[in-house]
T-cell receptor, first 110, second 111 residues
Framework: TQLLEQSPQFLSIQEGENLTVYCNSSSVFSSLQWYRQEPGEGPVLLVTVVTGGEVKKLKRLTFQFGDARKDSSLHITAAQPGDTGLYLCAGSNTGNQFYFGTGTSLTVIP | EPEVTQTPSHQVTQMGQEVILRCVPISNHLYFYWYRQILGQKVEFLVSFYNNEISEKSEIFDDQFSVERPDGSNFTLKIRSTKLEDSAMYFC?????????FGPGTRLLVL
């Protein structure tokens, strides 16, 4: 089993603040995905990164894949209440098994 | 936009009973998956399915579990004799080009 640790586990911030969520592993992945999950629903894919050092931007969200493809970060600029949710990273290798991280629960307070 | 659908949305069953969870993956996707998420815990991989056979399975996916694609559209997860600890959200997903699309899940409660 390949373990993906996310930090922090819980994060509560004021609207307008910036934040970074980390996803770390001792294993190398060929691709890594970030998801957001609302209570009682399935995860929704935000982005996939496949190249070491890759940076992708999705409006106020910036995703980075580590050079060694073992870790990733998600940075949110000027957080809004609509960003509230559970953020999950998931790594995959050349097979088709996805390993999910432990999750970061984000609450943005208006 | 095409989406993965799952039925039922909720199921309550007695311990020892068999349950079948159903999924309709996105039609042109090639890989299908089942995951479970126990309340408050992480999403756990159960099994992947490709070309009408199991591709990979986790240690959770023991002899009590089976998967089937009985026709061209449905993808099912059967739990033969449910245990209390099988209570969880079960998510189906389908994939193309390593991008996974998840269904809304089935909440299973075993009493």
């Amino acid at each position: 089993t390949q373990l993906l640790e996310q930090s922090p586990q819980f994060l509560s911030i004021q609207e307008g603040e910036n934040l970074t969520v980390y996803c770390n592993s001792s294993s190398v992945f060929s691709s890594l995905q970030w998801y957001r999950q609302e209570p009682g629903e399935g995860p929704v894919l935000l982005v996939t990164v496949v190249t070491g050092g890759e940076v992708k931007k999705l409006k106020r969200l910036t995703f980075q894949f580590g050079d060694a493809r073992k870790d990733s970060s998600l940075h949110i600029t000027a957080a809004q209440p609509g960003d509230t949710g559970l953020y999950l990273c998931a790594g995959s290798n050349t097979g088709n098994q996805f390993y999910f991280g432990t999750g970061t629960s984000l609450t943005v307070i208006p | 936009e095409p989406e993965v659908t799952q039925t039922p949305s909720h199921q309550v069953t007695q311990m020892g009973q068999e349950v079948i969870l159903r999924c309709v993956p996105i039609s042109n996707h090639l890989y299908f998956y089942w995951y479970r998420q126990i309340l408050g815990q992480k999403v756990e991989f159960l099994v992947s399915f490709y070309n009408n056979e199991i591709s990979e399975k986790s240690e959770i996916f023991d002899d009590q579990f089976s998967v089937e694609r009985p026709d061209g559209s449905n993808f099912t997860l059967k739990i033969r004799s449910t245990k209390l600890e099988d209570s969880a959200m079960y998510f189906c997903a389908s994939t193309r080009d390593r991008i996974q699309y998840f269904g809304p899940g089935t909440r299973l409660l075993v009493l």
